[in-house]
């Protein structure tokens, strides 16, 4: 008869489905109630010969990108209420509208001043006058600051497992002087130029390098070279598996005759006086049954045409295999190609660092469908990764995003953007969009300011950005959450407190290893 049939339960079910943006006020929230109302009012009493009429109608009256929560919450009850699937133009209509995801809440981390520590002190005080992307540029110029950003691992956070499986992401902008006065004492009796060597269990560390490098040494006995500058041969990452456990020294590659030569760090050319360094590190849980596997670790190379993957006759990774107390005495060592891809005539760059791509922009095949672009990191379970850099409004976009993918997290490195941005060039367009006046330093809005890290909302398949006046750089993190119990303390991440207990109990007895000083050369290590 055309009536819909709403079962008790399923209502209940999803009384309380609604997704909201964070910076809405309690006014706007009335106002998308009252919406929603009227959906119910006008369609879900409709009959299923009156859907084409319904959809037109949904689309040209409510096609607000504000109100994509209250049409994602309709299509949720449509979908529902309705018998045998009899409302399907409805409901792909309110769903296409609401497939893009959002920002669900923005946070800026506390950057605190290293390497060298008075240029992060005087950015410290120069960010209380001055803006903040004036601030960014600066600090990226001069370094001397690091940012941790430790995500909350726990419900709240929209996903009710918090940003799983990510842990945290560290941003390290350094400067190395070669006749730095002060920098030979701090480097002596202050703190080393690096990190010497620590234990982990239980989680991967993924280092990805843009400006300088890192020298690896672990107590299996592996010696790894990596970073974004000639010498490193197109290796500009490192996936480390710490498993069942090991001890690692990662320390600063400095060489101020051969630094910032490549362009994707931003850096300025080689002057043979300042050596730049600048990485992102990583930490990603692993599944409890992963976690006491024998630990491996992998080269990521950048993927360009004319790479070679190279040995240790040409310096790319040299592994020796030493004894220790371990179940193994060896590590499992190998390389993985991250794919970069190029849209806009290049004006946008997208690494594939981890996992996979598939853009909605202007690159296809002749059938016209979007290519797909997949890095071969060996995965414990699954994600995306992503480094996209683009020019002043550009658009980028993400489409055909895993349902299971509920964790998705952007970290602006440089720049900013707004989301669900179409692009083309248009200031005014950028600021209707993002909800602040481009260049402003807003929390507001839609908008992605350099140094801030934003929460995506669990729903949607699509993600779509658009660039400011200073173009836009950032780090893209996605993933499924892992639904087990995590405790992190220190370097250790395990699934409860008895187990981080047992790996600082083994990490004692010297099951991992043992430490080394970092001024030891490779025979006495």
């Known amino acids: 008869l055309g009536v819909p ?11 309380h489905k609604h997704i909201y943006i964070h910076s809405q006020s309690h ?13 119910r009012q ?7 010969s009156d859907d084409s009429s319904s959809s037109s109608s949904l689309s040209n009256n409510y096609n607000d990108e504000n109100d994509r929560n209250v049409l994602y919450q309709f299509s949720v009850e449509r979908e529902d209420a309705t018998s045998g699937g ?13 497939r893009k995801k959002q920002i669900q809440q923005k946070e800026k981390f506390a950057r605190l001043p290293v390497w060298p520590a008075w240029n992060g002190a005087l950015l410290f005080l120069l960010s209380k006058v001055l803006p903040n992307s004036v601030v960014a540029n600066l600090e990226h110029q001069f370094g001397g600051r690091v940012c941790p950003n430790f995500f909350p691992t726990g419900p709240g956070t929209g996903t009710g497992t918090g940003t799983s499986p990510f842990i945290m992401l560290v941003h390290h902008v350094h400067s190395f002087t070669k006749y730095d006065p002060l920098r030979a004492f701090q480097n002596k009796f202050i703190l080393p130029e690096g990190f010497p060597s620590h234990p982990h269990r239980g989680f991967i560390t993924f280092t990805y390098v843009l400006r300088g490098g890192m020298v690896h040494r672990d107590s299996i006995g592996c010696k790894q070279f990596y970073g974004n500058e000639r010498r490193h041969n197109g290796h500009v990452g490192q996936w480390l598996v710490t498993g069942a456990g090991l001890l690692h020294e990662e320390m600063w590659d400095v060489n101020h005759d051969d630094s910032n030569t490549n362009s994707a760090g931003g850096g300025s050319g080689g002057d043979g006086l300042c050596s730049e360094q600048e990485l992102f590190q990583l930490w990603i849980n692993v599944p409890s049954a992963s976690k006491m596997n024998r630990p491996c670790v992998y080269l990521v190379s950048n993927g360009n045409d004319d790479e070679k993957i190279v040995g240790q006759e040409e310096g790319g990774i040299r592994s020796e295999h030493g004894k220790n107390d371990s179940d193994s005495d060896t590590i499992q060592t190998g390389y993985a190609v991250a794919p970069t891809v190029k849209t806009n005539n290049g004006k946008v760059i997208t690494r594939v660092l981890v996992g996979g791509y598939k853009n909605g922009d202007d690159s296809s095949n002749s059938n016209g469908e979007q290519y797909y672009y997949s890095s071969n990191v060996p995965l414990e379970s699954p994600m995306s990764i992503l480094h996209v850099t683009m020019e002043p409004y550009m658009s980028w976009s993400m489409v055909d995003i895993p349902p299971s993918f509920k ?15 179409a692009g083309g060039d248009n200031s005014d367009e950028y600021s209707s969009i993002s909800g602040v006046s481009d260049g402003s330093d807003s929390k507001n809005g839609n908008e992605i300011p350099a140094h801030y890290t934003a929460y995506l909302t669990p729903q949607g398949n699509e993600l779509s950005l658009m660039s400011g006046i200073e173009g836009g750089d950032f780090m893209l993190l996605m993933g499924e959450p892992i639904n087990e119990p995590v405790q992190a303390r220190g370097s250790m991440v395990m699934n409860s407190i008895d187990g981080i207990d047992q790996a600082y109990n083994d990490y004692a007895m010297g099951y991992m290893g043992r430490p080394w000083d970092n001024n030891l050369s490779d025979d006495e290590w």
């Not at 049939?5 to 009384?15: E, G, Q």
């Not at 964790?407 to 941005?421: E, F, H, L």
């Open 27 to 39: 006014h706007q929230y009335s106002q998308q109630r009252q919406k929603l109302q009227r959906y």
């Open 5 to 15: 049939i709403v079962h008790p339960l399923s209502v209940r079910r999803y009384k």
């Open 42 to 48: 006008q369609h879900l009493s409709s009959s299923p």
């Open 407 to 421: 964790t998705a997290i952007i970290y602006m490195r440089r720049g900013s953007v707004a989301i669900n941005a």
């Open 86 to 98: 009899t409302d399907s133009a409805t409901t792909t209509t309110i769903t296409n509208a609401a």
